[in-house]
Nanobody, 118 residues
């Protein structure tokens, strides 16, 4: 399975961006789809994840500003980012976890750069 992330770019503080991550094929048995980010000199961190039943979980730093959603038919996940701050600058990676009994598999996209700067 390959993940293709897109939508990154340069945006001014307070602006918005929408990231998309598409899978190379329709996936069954998705456990979660999500977004992580890694800023320069920092460890990769969870941004948001969406699981079965569309249950979502967000990092405290993005709650109220970012919204994760997905298109189950296309196995695509989105991240709508609003009220962006300079500290949101990072490479954003999409993540997919799939359950194929008895194991769980994890996949990563290539990353898309988000730069928040005036």
């Amino acid at each position: 399975v390959q993940l293709q992330a897109s939508g990154g770019g340069l945006v001014q503080p307070g602006g918005s961006l929408r990231l998309s991550c598409a899978t190379s094929r329709r996936i069954r048995s998705i456990v979660t789809m999500g977004w992580y980010r890694q800023a320069p000199g920092k460890q990769r961190e969870l941004v948001a994840v969406i699981g079965r039943g569309d249950i979502t979980n967000y990092s405290d730093s993005v709650k109220g500003r970012f919204t994760i959603s997905r298109d189950n038919a296309e196995s695509t996940v989105y991240l709508q980012m609003s009220s962006l701050k300079p500290e949101d600058t990072a490479v954003y990676y999409c993540n997919l976890k799939v359950a194929v009994f008895p194991r769980e598999y994890e996949y990563w996209g290539q990353g898309t750069l988000v730069t928040v700067s005036s």
